[in-house]
């Protein structure tokens, strides 16, 4: 047997050697945090109940108020509401359950053990699982196990072929399948034959076939299409039996009858059956074409996928419009939708997801006898695309073929190979298998061969014989496959069609009837012999057959014969050939000449020109057909077997000329096609390595080929990189290269010709174990080769194939199982070794060897090696694991495994390389980042087998060099980069842990880091103590540290380095940097070897200096805090925690000031929460970057032994420990729960992906991701498919990228379930407690620590501050118990802190306990209620009253009252009750004031909670709910602090409501409140005196006078004691007025304000502040210009009220203040609407008129508004003072309205009789006032005669005239109408008019005098000013206008002259000399009725 073709069968059937670590899968390249992983260790969750969740929706909650308000609507005649019934409701409420034990007197110890106990119980345990992996591209430490090498399928499709029917039956119809590539003209499949004859039909064949195999009945097949397109067609061709006639006569017919006439047409018929049958007895073995048709495969496909329709009509323009394809749908069967393979050509071409669909052809062609070549075929198919198609004009022949086509499923059962193998083995036999249809790809494909196939195709194209003497017309060709030259030696290796046996020895070609020159479209199907002889041929046999029966003529006569020899020059000889066919049977010995040499004396056709065409192909894993290849092997064959002199080609080489001939066939390798090389890959590269291991002898001398080899594998590799870049995964590795090195790569056995060692070979796994051996290597991938049945025809062992029969032992007659069977494992361990054991003389070790010609090489081999670096170092490792095991030296010590030799070679690659990579980073980024990687890869597989010591010096030496590099750059990022790639890829090892020597103290290592002996066993290796070495080493990156935990060292230090923001140009490595701990420590977490606590706590240690790593960045740290506010949450801003309750007026600024003041400065110098936001000069960090640092941190406190975190917490400074407070504080906003709501509302917007798109572009733009490396990725990403069959990485691989993908995120739905959002929901939840229970555990052991040292008192502010700001968040039910539990003990143990240092954060904490003492969970409410009476207690117990905190609860229930909006007051009455119960049952302290104290703070307390209920109620009535605060305010006016509460709570209200006026009096009283204290507590000249100095603000300030002294006095315990009673709290407060004002648009108050403040500022030296203000002034002054006439302040109107329904509004008047511009229609709508609502339509009645209400005439079951618009008034004396408009609407408290009159009750009447009432109301309070209504106090009225009214209205018109005239700009179009109405009316009521009624005759009374002499004068004026006018509107109009100037004029005149003689009329007795006649000086000054109402 052919050496060559031995070699091939051994390569497809020997076992793989795979090398599996046992704990590789724990390595975090193997162990990704993914999405599934992650569900199953989440699973059996407690599910944490959040108040958040549990709030009942907004409806419930509005019906409730809806009841409410129907329900009353007065407010008791107090502000408070009786007490009697408050007290009476609260002693019959229920309390909650009391906590036992409570109130002994426990130690503080045992507290704090109970505590922790609990704490501890039942935590989860790892904090990973709870936290979503950060969103990396992929990790670069994963690297994917490579696909199983395995016979290549493209998209498969399975045919059915069901039936075929024509009108008529009289004959058997044979068909053929197959595809065909109409762009490529490629016939894209083998043929598919079927047969669908009846038995009836069959039978008149019967003479001439012989039984028929199983294999040739199928009807079923299926087809690989590789290179799916639109092109593709589906070709259906039919043949029947000869018979005389051309194909056209033979198909009439078929096309003449019609199935229906079957009964019309039965002579006929009959008469055609007759005929038939006599043709098939005669001509049954001869074939002619008879009709085809055509399908467009992806129109099926398409329609099938997209048509949803259960079944479809598919019109297909085959012949007649008529035809149609039918298509029937089987909806059951669904296109398997898995194999998503990316494909070329367009989206449409899927073909793995299409529906099923049953296609009906109707319709085929007739073949024509001269158009049956493949060319013409093409051209018809081509024209089947076109709309116009010739071929619709044809007739077609009806039929109907029924298909099924539908993606092809995993594993068919009975499914037969090309070769007609089972694919699986199969039970029975006699089913009807499935055919495997051989695919012709239309491009080349790339996968190597990994299974024997040895197929020949003969196509015969065409003949000749138009030449040619003699008969010869029916001709037909037999094809035969020789071994020798007698006819008997044809060999049976041509596969049968349909209904035949499997193989015969001839088959023949259809016959075109009477055609010289016939086409053929026959395809012949050989199976070609193992080996091949000189003496192979085909031989073809031209036959004349007589169609005619006809006496003594033969059926079939010779005419020609020709041949094709099978090798030439001993390669396959394939192609086209064209043949001269010789007359006679050709001589002796031809079949080593080829038909074109002119052997003597034989006769050809046409003088020996060629007349034959055809075309043979091979498809054969045996023959290269590459000369190339060819010679390179045939050369090794020949060194194998050394036969001498080698043949190849013409030449014949000796074995002097071996070896130059070798070498250049060796370098001759390059010029070789690729495709090739890469079938033969295996095979290929196998035999280079065995050069290289095993020099050949040649005469005599060992040549050394390693370095021609070496040369020719990195140049083949570079080849197939560069032109295979599909198909490489994300570190640049081929796919092909890398399944090689994995499963086919093994030392060679290195005795020629010797079996594989051991039993099949080397053993399928070899495990090596690295750090702890297992006893037994476990027996991994037990898949047992399947065998399948030897060939089922019994005439094949006579025959002389040895050669085959040796194959098919080789193969083990195998079935074709192709799913890995060859991983095959051994078990029994002991015996193999022994076979193995001193069998291996081996000449060099291939890793050796490799690593020398590496390191010695140069130039372009060098760089073409470098280039696939990782390929040689896959390479080598597999190698040094073989050599290991085979030389048993698994169990070696390391540093005996390998020569000195080769440790060189290694350091001095590993040296090279990484001098490389820094030299070249920036001009060759991509094959640097390549390079990089595959050097960390070598280097962890190294840590798994050479000497751990050694590696670590190789991997300092590469940091040593990027190290040395990185400190000359100017931009770093690059290689800083690249070397975390470098380490995140070491650190990715399983052991890296164990790698880090976690259990080993730090004492100086003795040798530079020696070689820990493998730990036996887990546990031993973390058993040593640890005793107390100084604490901070283990907590810093100390060299101590970074010795002896080596790789921890590198990471840990890469963080520092990165994250220190002094870096330059490291920023966009941040992410980077972060996610390689994040990864680590999420590896460990779910690290099975490391779940015991002890263990995991060892791990921590590894990672201590994290934490100070974290303290250091505090100040970058992306403030989760901030985000709070626009989320509405408590702003956790330090001190400023309960103002900001409900996103509180103060603003951060301000905040800030007050903090920084009342905090004392000591305890917070690094604080960065205080530093106002705008201070920070570092780049922040991105949000997920923050986040994935903290939950880093939360992981090593979780985890970290606690004494350990105590000792060192000791060391810190205070300081330090303020950082890591801050720290803490940080964690608990970033890992808040966000709520099932916020899950909800982000589904849409897809919350787990919001990417950070800052930090992605920042890497792009600083270059550590290179761009193309970026594209590379993704692609790569997209391309990745994991190995079907592989035993393992299978489950990891599928779904190993389904959470990470961007790229797939639109796709994903959008729209979570419910059930997801619930588990979201659940894991947040969960999540959010452990993280918070963490940062309370740490918070315990800070303060132990301070217990233990007394000097660090001060930060216990800030644990308390933590643990505040941890209430405010929200929190499960279950941390807050803990949370109190550690608030009461800290509280115990620390009293004075809270009452006398840190009396802000006692305020804190009473607001944050009532709070919780709202919730509407029992078991919070409960604890809650718990602390606060402890609270109480302890306050109590230091000096026997508890002011401070009596005075604290109180604001703190009003600020939650008046701000919070989803207030529960029912749970808080509950909660007070509990506290009542306390003290009832408080024994200790029964005797003392203590209980009635608790008593009278509960009630009053209690009081404010039904203020409460009442506003509430009026949550709808803006005005209500304020004039109610308002009282409650008033109500306090004795308690400043809760006034002051109040009034801020009505500023946030009306700043809610866009009040900014009003909001900002709120603020102007509150500063006067202040303002009045701070005078009385300290003298201080700069400081407003109290409330007068603000009245220039507004009048009303002061009524916060301070009530006199004696009611309060701001010394007391407790009182004043608010942050807003400071210096800074009333700076804060004016300046928010300030603003507040500015808003408002009133910047003369800005102006007023700042007068108050400056003085402060300058007393201060403040000059910052005083730019401000200056600034902020100038601002306002030059607002104040621009908007001149601009400015809107406010509309007012009267609102009376009047009927009982209206409770204590009835017959109240208010003035209310609406924002400008509001009509009367507006606010009579607002109110209408809402009283209407709350007493019903019609109950509700508004008042039209503004007449007095006469409340006798109302119906009083009814309610009656009265609405009348107002406007300020004023008298003349005030209008001197009142210029601008600004005075105008300022400090307003008289307003005035009008009502016109007849003394007859009329309101309008003749100009004589027409009176008018002025109403003028004076309110209680000036306008803007701390509320938009005001009470009427005062009303008067004035009564003006018709004179007056005429008067005014005179003086009107004049005004508004000068008004026109003067504007400027002027405004013809206002000028024309006032002169129109004054000059143009002759209206009734014009000025003639009014002048004719009063000044024709002068009065009888005295009394009218003056009034009649007053609108003389008017009208006076009033002339003058129309003259005025007129002469204005001349200047201005233009000549279309002259014409109405015109009669303008003369309407004046007219009017001047009627009124001449009027106007000069004087009244002579006022003009006489004035006597001093006592005349009452009351009618003087007004002669009018005045009637007082007051």
């Known amino acids: 047997m052919d050496p060559h073709v031995r070699d091939c069968v051994r390569s497809y059937t020997e076992d793989w050697a795979i090398v599996n670590r046992k704990y590789h899968k724990l390595g975090t390249g193997f162990n990704p945090n993914t ?37 009353s609507m007065s407010i008791d005649d107090t502000p408070r509401g009786s007490w009697a019934c408050s007290i009476f409701d609260l002693k019959n409420s229920l309390p909650d359950a009391l906590l036992p034990n409570l109130l002994d007197r426990t130690p503080n110890e045992e507290i704090d053990h109970h505590n922790e106990d609990q704490r501890k119980s039942s935590r989860h345990k790892e904090l990973f699982a709870l936290h979503p992996a950060p969103d990396e591209e992929e990790p670069i430490e994963r690297l994917s196990v490579p696909e199983v090498p395995k016979e290549h399928f493209g998209q498969r499709l399975l045919v059915k072929c069901l039936s075929l029917k024509f009108e008529i039956e009289i004959e058997p119809i044979f068909a053929s399948l197959a595809l065909y590539d109409v762009k490529e003209k490629k016939k894209i499949s083998e043929n598919f034959y079927f047969d669908l004859n009846s038995e009836q039909m069959k039978g008149m064949l019967r003479p001439h076939v012989p039984p028929a195999a199983i294999s040739t009945l199928a009807r079923s097949a299926i087809f690989s299409i590789t290179y799916p397109s639109q092109d593709v067609f589906l070709v259906i061709k039919l043949e029947k039996v000869l018979q005389q006639g051309d194909i056209g006569e033979c198909a009439e017919p078929y096309m003449i009858f019609k199935e229906s006439d079957a009964a019309k047409n039965k002579e006929k018929l009959e008469k055609l059956k007759c005929q038939a049958e006599q043709f098939c007895q005669r001509l049954g073995k001869y074939r002619m074409p008879f009709a085809w048709t055509a399908i467009h495969l992806m129109n099926i496909v398409s329609s099938a996928g997209s048509l949803e329709r259960d079944s479809t009509e598919v019109e297909v323009g085959t012949g007649e419009r008529k035809g149609s394809w039918s298509e029937r749908r089987n909806s059951s069967i669904v296109g398997r939708r898995s194999l998503e393979r990316t494909t070329s050509g367009d989206e449409a071409c899927n073909l793995t997801s299409f529906r099923p669909a049953t296609l009906t052809v109707t319709n085929f062609f007739k073949q024509e006898g001269d158009r049956l070549s493949d060319e013409d075929l093409y051209k018809f198919l081509a024209d089947m695309r076109r709309p116009s198609s010739v071929l619709r004009r044809l007739r077609p022949i009806t039929a109907q073929l029924k298909i099924d086509i539908s993606p092809a499923p995993e594993n068919p059962h009975y499914c037969l190979t090309p070769e007609l193998l089972q ?45 040619r003497q003699g008969s010869a017309r029916n001709i037909t060709v037999k094809v035969q496959f020789m071994y020798g030259e007698d006819p008997s030696n044809a060999m049976p290796v041509i596969f049968g069609k349909s209904s035949c046996p499997e193989f015969s020895k001839e088959a023949y070609t259809a016959v075109v009837y009477h055609n010289r020159s016939p086409d053929f479209h026959e395809e012949i199907k050989i199976k070609l012999p193992a080996t ?19 006496q003594n003529t033969p059926l079939e006569t010779p005419v020609g014969y020709t041949w094709i020899p099978m090798l030439q020059n ?87 000329n071996l070896e130059n001939e070798l070498k250049s066939s060796i370098s001759a390798l390059n010029s070789s096609q690729l495709e090739p090389v890469v079938r033969f890959l295996h095979l290929l590269l196998d035999k280079l390595i065995l050069l290289v291991v095993r020099p050949p002898v040649i005469a005599g001398q060992i040549v050394n080929l390693g370095q021609a080899s070496f040369e020719a594998m990195a140049s083949i590799i570079n080849r197939l990189h560069k032109n295979l870049d599909g198909n490489q995964d994300q570190h640049g590795r081929n796919s092909l290269l890398a399944s090689y090195i994995y499963y086919v790569f093994r030392l060679p056995n290195t005795y020629p010709n010797s079996p594989s060692p051991g039993p099949g070979g080397l053993g399928g796994s070899v495990h090596y174990a690295t750090m702890a051996r297992s006893a037994v290597r476990p027996a991994s991938l037990n898949l047992n080769r399947s065998r399948s049945l030897s060939n089922s025809n019994p005439d094949i062992s006579g025959t002389p194939t040895s050669p085959d029969d040796e194959v098919r032992s080789i193969i083990g007659s195998k079935a074709t199982d192709r799913s890995c069977n060859r991983m095959s494992s051994h078990t029994e361990t002991s015996s193999f070794l022994q076979t193995l054991t001193g069998r291996l003389p081996t000449k060099k070790l291939f890793h050796e060897e490799l690593a020398l010609q590496w390191v010695v090489c140069s130039g372009s081999v060098r760089e073409a090696a470098l280039q696939q670096a990782w390929f040689f170092f896959e390479l080598m490792v597999k190698s040094m694991v073989h050599h290991l095991y085979f030389a048993d030296k698994l169990d070696a010590p390391r540093k005996n495994r390998f020569p000195e030799r080769f440790m060189d070679d290694v350091t001095a690659l590993v040296s090279t390389i990484a001098g490389d990579i820094v030299s070249r980073f920036q001009k060759d980024t991509e094959m640097v980042e390549r390079l990089n990687t595959s050097l960390a890869f070598f280097l962890n597989d190294l840590l798994s087998i050479m000497d751990r010591g050694f590696v670590f010096v190789l991997i300092k030496t590469c940091y040593k060099q990027v190290s040395s590099k990185l400190y000359s750059l100017t931009n770093p990022s690059n290689l800083a980069s690249l070397r975390l790639d470098f380490l ?220 350990v975190l105590q000792k060192w917490f000791t060391d810190l400074s205070v300081l330090q420990l303020n950082r890591l407070l801050d720290l803490l504080y940080l964690c608990v906003s970033c890992f808040e729960y966000k709520g099932k709501k916020v899950f909800e509302r982000m589904n849409s917007l897809t919350f787990k992906k919001s990417k950070d798109m800052r930090a992605k572009l920042e890497e792009a733009i600083l270059g550590s991701i290179g761009a193309r490396q970026e594209m590379v990725r993704r692609s790569r990403g997209q391309l990745e498919r994991s190995p079907s069959g592989s035993a393992f990485g299978s489950q990891e691989n599928l779904r190993w990228r389904k959470d990470m993908t961007h790229w797939r995120q639109n796709t994903e739905k959008l729209d979570k379930s419910r059930a997801e959002i619930e588990h979201e929901a659940l894991i947040d939840g969960n999540l959010a407690t452990e993280a918070n229970l963490i940062i309370l555990d740490t918070l315990e052991i800070v303060v132990q620590t301070v217990s233990v040292t007394e000097s660090k008192e001060s930060i216990l502010g800030g644990v308390l501050k933590v643990l505040l700001h941890s209430m405010a968040c929200n929190q499960s039910a279950l941390y807050l118990q803990h949370c109190f539990a550690t608030q009461r003990a800290l509280v115990s143990k620390f009293p004075e802190l809270l009452f006398e240092e840190e009396t802000e954060q006692c305020a804190d904490l009473c607001l944050r306990l009532l709070r919780h003492c709202s919730s509407s969970i029992s078991t919070i409410r409960s604890h809650a209620s718990a602390s606060l009476y402890l609270l109480m207690r302890q306050n109590f117990e230091i000096g026997n009253n508890f002011a401070r905190v009596k005075m604290q609860v109180t604001m703190s229930l009003s600020s939650l009252v008046g701000t919070s909006q989803n207030f529960n007051e029912e749970f808080l009455r509950r909660s007070l009750k509990t506290i009542l119960t306390y003290a009832e049952e408080d024994l200790e302290l029964r005797e003392t004031t203590f209980p009635d104290q608790v008593q009278d703070l509960v009630f009053n307390l209690h009081m404010i909670l039904s203020d409460t209920v009442k506003m509430k109620e009026h949550q709808e009535d803006p005005e209500m709910l304020i004039d109610l605060m308002y009282r409650i305010a008033k109500g306090y006016q004795n308690s400043p602090d809760l006034r002051l509460t109040w009034l801020q709570n009505m500023a946030g209200k009306h700043s809610e409501r866009s009040n900014h006026a009003e909001s900002a009096q709120c603020l102007v009283h509150s500063a006067a409140l202040v303002a009045e204290y701070l005078s009385m507590l300290e003298d201080r000249k700069y400081l407003p005196v109290g409330c007068v100095t603000f009245q220039n603000i507004s009048s009303n300030v002061l009524e916060e006078s301070a009530v006199s002294d004696d009611v309060v006095s701001p010394d007391e315990e407790g009182i004043c004691s608010g942050k807003y009673f400071t210096e800074a709290g009333l700076v804060g407060l004016l300046e928010q007025a300030a603003a507040s004002f500015s808003m408002a648009g009133m910047y003369e108050a800005v102006n007023e304000v700042y007068k108050v403040l400056i003085p402060i500022h300058e007393a201060n030296r403040d000059a910052k ?24 302040f406010g509309t007012y109107f009267r609102v009376g009220f009047y009927g009982t329904k209206f409770g204590d509004l009835d017959e109240q008047e208010f003035v209310y203040k609406e924002p400008a511009i509001t009509k009367l229609a507006e606010i009579s709508h607002r109110l209408e609407g809402f009283y209407g609502e709350r007493f019903g339509e019609d109950v509700l009645e508004v008042i039209k008129d503004s007449n007095p209400v006469d409340k006798c005439k109302l119906d009083p079951n009814k309610a009656y508004i009265q609405i009348t618009y107002v406007e300020p008034y004023f008298d003349t004396y005030e209008m001197k003072d009142r210029i601008t408009y600004f005075d105008k609407n300022y400090n307003l408290r008289r307003f005035m309205y009008c009502t016109p009159f007849t003394l007859d009750g009329r309101a309008h009447g003749e100009l004589h009789e027409q009176f008018k009432r002025k109403t003028i109301l004076t309110t209680s309070h000036a306008f803007p006032y701390i509320k938009t209504r005001i009470n009427v106090i005062h009303k008067e009225e004035i009564i003006l005669t018709p004179i007056e009214v005429a008067i005014e209205d005179m003086q009107k018109k004049t005004q508004e005239l000068a008004f026109a005239t003067h504007q400027d700009p002027a405004d013809p179009k206002m000028l024309q109408m006032v002169l129109q109405g004054s000059v143009g009316t002759t209206v009734n009521q014009g000025p003639l008019e009014v002048a004719q009624v009063f000044l024709s005759e002068i009065p009888n009374d005295p009394k009218l005098f003056r009034h009649h002499n007053k609108l003389r004068l008017c009208f006076k004026d009033f002339t003058k000013r129309c003259e005025d006018a007129l002469r204005k509107n001349k200047s201005l109009i233009g000549p279309d206008q002259k014409e109405y100037q015109r009669e303008l004029e003369r309407n004046y005149h007219r009017l001047k002259e009627a009124l001449q003689p009027l106007i000069n009329r004087k009244i002579p007795q006022l003009y006489k000399a004035v006597l001093p006649v006592a005349c009452h000086r009351d009618s003087f000054s007004r002669m009018s009725l005045r009637k007082m109402d007051i």
């Open 35 to 71: 999405l599934d992983k992650q569900k199953e260790r989440q699973k059996g969750l407690p599910k944490q109940i959040f108040e958040s969740d549990e709030a009942p929706d907004g409806n419930s909650y509005q019906d409730e108020q809806d009841d409410l308000k129907r329900r």
């Open 423 to 467: 694919v699986k083995l199969y039970p029975d036999s006699r089913v009807r298998p499935t055919r495997e249809i051989l695919e012709f790809p239309a491009r080349d494909v790339y996968i190597p061969n990994t299974t024997y196939r040895n197929l020949l195709y003969v196509y015969p194209q065409s003949l000749n014989f138009a030449n």
């Open 532 to 550: 091949l002889t000189d003496h192979h041929h085909l031989l073809f046999t031209f036959y004349h057959v007589s169609c005619q029966q006809k």
């Open 570 to 656: 001993g390669r396959l000889k394939t192609g086209q050939f064209c043949l001269p066919v010789s007359l006679e049977k050709p001589p002796q010995a031809y079949s080593v000449l080829s038909p074109e040499v002119p052997l003597p004396g034989m006769k050809w056709v046409d003088n020996h020109k060629g007349v034959f065409n055809v075309e043979v192909v091979s498809v054969s894993s045996l023959h290269t057909q590459d000369p190339y290849l060819d010679k390179f092997f045939a050369l090794v064959h020949a060194l194998d077997e050394h036969m001498f002199p080698v043949r190849i080609g013409d030449m014949r080489i000796m074995e002097n």
């Open 984 to 1203: 995140r890829i070491i650190c990715s090892h399983e052991h890296y842990v164990t790698l880090n020597l976690p259990c080993s103290l730090l004492t100086p290592p003795a040798s530079p880091s020696p070689s820990v002996s493998s730990a036996t066993s887990q546990s031993s290796g973390f058993s040593t103590n640890v005793q107390d070495q100084k604490i901070a080493n283990m907590f810093e990156l100390s060299v101590p540290f970074r010795q002896q935990h080596y790789l921890a060292g590198l990471v840990l230090t890469e963080l520092a380095v990165i994250l220190d923001p002094d870096a330059e140009g490291l920023f966009g490595l941040h992410k980077k940097v972060i996610n390689m701990v994040h990864n680590l420590l999420s590896s460990h977490d779910s690290d099975p070897r490391y779940s015991d606590p002890q263990v995991k706590a060892r791990v921590a240690m590894l990672y201590l200096p994290l934490i100070g790593v974290i303290m250091e960045t505090v100040p970058q740290l992306y403030d989760f805090t901030e985000s709070h506010n626009q989320r509405g949450r408590p702003s956790c801003v330090a001190a400023d925690d309960y103002e900001s309750e409900g996103g509180s007026m103060i603003s951060q600024t301000v905040a800030m000031a007050i903090a920084g003041t009342s905090v004392p400065q000591l305890t917070r110098p690094s604080s960065f929460l205080l530093t106002s936001s705008s201070g920070r000069q570092h780049s922040t960090f991105s949000t997920e970057s923050s986040r994935s640092l903290l939950i880093c941190l939360l992981w090593v406190l979780k985890n970290a032994d606690e004494s």
């Open 1665 to 1688: 502040k005083l730019s401000t203000i200056h600034g902020k002034l100038q601002e306002a002054f030059s607002k104040i210009v621009h908007q001149d006439g601009k400015r809107m």
